[in-house]
Every structure is written in C-alpha cells, then in structure tokens.
C-alpha cells in the first residue's frame, strides 16, 4: 500500500480489531433483539461491547448509543439533544459553535438554523483555536447547546475545552467545558478525531447532567475500527430526541438493527487505544516531529514557502498531526506527484474532497480562500498506529520532485 499518511482520514483496521469482530460475522450472526438463543448470544456480544466503550469513556454502558459512524453522532447530537433540551428546560432555540467545526456538526446548525433557531458561529486565532472569550459572550444562561470538537481534523489544533483546570471565569478563563457547567449549558463535544490519542476518561468528566460535557462523539475506523461504526455517549438526565424512528433500539434514541460486528470492533479500538495511549503519544509525536522538520527543510531546500498550520507542535496539538500550505503552489498537484511515488496524503477533511471550496477551516484562521490562496495549497500528513519511521521517510524521499514540479 505504499506509504499511508492519511489517517485522519481512516485508519486500517487493527489485527485485534479484525480477529475480535470475525466469530460476530460468521458465528455469532443473529438479530441481539431477537429472543432465541442464538439472538440473545448475540445480545451478549453486544452488552459485552457496549460495557467495553462505556470504561473507555468513563461513562455508563446505558449512556452509549451505538451510530453508524460519527457523522451521524455529531447529528444525532446537535439535531437530537438540542431541540430536546429547549422543549424539556425551556431553553431558548439558541446554538453556539464553532467556526472550525466539522461538516457533521456544521450542516446540522444550519438545519437549525433553517428552522428559525439563532445559531452563534464563534471564530479562531490563527492556528485554528477557538476564541474562549468570545465563546464565553455568546453562550447564555438560555443556550440550549454548545458544541465545540475536541480536536480539529484539519490541522489537528486541540480546542480549550478543559482550559488550564479553572472554574470557569466570565472570561471563560477555565475552558469551554466550565464556561458551560457554570452557565447550566450543555457542551457537545466532537472527539473524532481525538479518541485514540486524548483521554476521554477526562474529558467525560468535565460535566454533569447540569451543564459541562453532556455528549462526546466517537468514530471507529479513526482508531483502527471498522467503517459504518460509532456512537454518541449522552449523559444520564440529558433529554435526546432520535433522529431514526422505527423498531425503538438502542433505548429508542436509535432505531435500526444494531451492528454487533462493527460495536465490538468499535469496544476493541477503544479499549486498545487506552492502553496504549501513553506510549503511542511519544511514538506518534516523535514521528510527527521529524516529519515537520524534514518538510519544512525540504521547502527551504527548493527555495518553496512551506507554513506548518495549527498549533505548534505540543500540547495543543495532536500528536501525530502535521499540516501545512504552500502559498503560491497547487497543494492537488503536490499530492498528485506523492501518490504517483506511492505516498498517501491528503489535502484535509475527506468529507469535503470533493468540493471544489477552500477549507473553511484555513479561511476561519485567516489564510486567503480565493483562486489562488493560500487556502487551498493545503497538504495533510497524519500519523496512526501502523506509522513508522519508513512512511516519514518515504514522504521526504518524494517530496522534493513534487515541490519542484509543482512549480512547473
């Protein structure tokens, strides 16, 4: 498969993933609402994985509803448990988001919105970080949701949501996530692109049914699960409307026969990126650090602007997340020589690829979206668990044919 440096995009699926789901796809097959034996062993599997992902998040098994993918996590969340919390606590048809967020949570504001909500679109700094300040403006008393990512998929920025550990100040000094629990106000929080490598334990624990953290969402094939698999953890006491009507799964937040198969492989990558967490987080960014350097060397060795997007690497940044523009130089065309040299990159979120719009991320940070912008010269390398050193080399191998023809 040559060089894969795209795993923001997906993750291959993980040897431990695939052996775990396998006896659910040949074996154990049945229907888990069915009451037979052979449904109820399938009933087990899917206890079993439900328990699973609930310890990784810190939550209870009860307050995971099984999705098919983040996507409709995100809105299941923002379409589901806001119109439920403003018709339940008489809250006003009030949403604050961010500039930076994902289409997931994005299209589904504007639903809102077309529905006469008031939506508040609060903006970043230059690497992508939401303005706290201005978010702590924004968000009432009255707001029926927030919601605010984890971390961004397209440059890989880790979002204040716990700030420095502060109660939350009218500045919202403490984090978006005691802004919220201050305020009674319920914070969604998009962690797709962070579970394998943030702590969701602690992010869970940054709310209550009152206000604070009150959904996470999460993807499986982002941490080596399989595709067509996630969920949204929803807090005990947090009304949610479904979405899917029909056969009342899920406690009737979900309707729609569960996937065991793709729930356990979804349990299996969480409870395996927990525990490789810590040390992953040193691999990874060690990987990701050495990329940085040997790109931004490489631009400078061909006399190209290269600008590494997002936070610097750190704290504030994934670990195993490098972005970067090439101002004056087609970013498609770069990509286009890498994968011709067996490199796989990408130019930002997969779900918008083909959409012939700037990154409304890059623009969001201030980079010009025009014709010619900075904004679309975008290139994407992201690490995961089946990095290693030969892929980092192979990309600074490649890349300084692609920086000179694409100056061509």
């Known amino acids: 498969m040559g060089s894969y440096l795209d795993h923001a995009a997906t993750s291959p699926p993980t040897r431990e993933v695939l052996e775990a789901v396998w006896p659910y796809l040949v074996q154990v097959t049945a229907n888990p609402a069915s009451v037979h034996t052979p449904g109820q062993q399938a009933r087990e599997g899917l206890e079993r994985a439900r328990a699973t992902a609930a310890a990784a998040i810190g939550c209870r098994p009860g307050e995971v509803v099984l999705t098919s993918g983040g996507t409709e996590a995100d809105g299941l969340a923002v379409l589901g448990i806001a119109p439920a919390l403003a018709a339940a606590r008489g809250r006003d048809r009030h949403l604050v988001t961010s500039a930076v967020e994902h289409s997931a949570v994005m299209e589904p504001a504007r639903e809102l919105e077309r529905r006469g909500w008031r939506v508040d679109v609060v903006g970043v700094d230059g690497s992508g970080r939401v303005d706290v300040g201005a978010l702590a403006g924004a968000v009432t008393e009255r707001t029926a949701l927030v919601s605010v990512m984890h971390a961004n998929n397209e440059v890989g920025t880790i979002q204040p949501i716990a700030g420095a550990g502060r109660a939350g100040g009218a500045d919202g000094s403490g984090g978006v996530a005691a802004l919220c629990a201050e305020r009674g106000v319920a914070l969604h929080v998009d962690a797709v692109q962070s579970a394998g ?57 979900r309707s729609g026969t569960v996937d065991v198969a793709s729930a356990v492989g979804l349990a299996t990558a969480l409870a395996a990126a927990a525990a490789r967490r810590e ?20 631009g400078a060795a ?31 065309v770069v990509l286009a020589e890498l994968d011709l040299a067996g490199v796989a990159c990408s130019s930002g979120s997969a779900c918008s690829s083909d959409s012939d719009d700037a990154s409304h991320v890059l623009v969001a940070m201030g980079l010009d979206g025009g014709p010619a912008g900075a904004a679309r010269s975008s290139v994407r390398c992201t690490l995961g668990w089946s990095s290693t050193d030969a892929d980092v080399d192979a990309l600074l191998d490649a890349l300084p044919t692609a920086l000179a023809r694409a100056r061509l």
Not at 279 to 298: K, M, Q, S, Y
């Open 302 to 332: 061909a006399g190209v602007e290269v600008v590494l997007t997002g936070a610097a690497p750190g704290p504030e940044r994934l670990p195993g997340h490098a972005s970067f523009v090439l101002p004056g130089l087609s970013g498609e």
């Open 197 to 253: 490598v943030l702590d969701l334990r602690e992010l869970w624990a940054l709310g209550s049914a009152a206000g604070g953290v009150v959904a996470v969402s999460v993807s499986a094939h982002k941490l080596g699960g399989l595709r067509g698999s996630g969920l949204l953890a929803v807090r005990s006491g947090v009304p949610l409307e479904p979405l899917a009507l029909g056969g009342g799964q899920e406690r009737g937040r």
């Open 279 to 298: 040390r992953e987080v040193v691999r990874l960014a060690g990987l990701r650090d050495r990329l940085v350097a040997g790109v931004l060397a490489a």
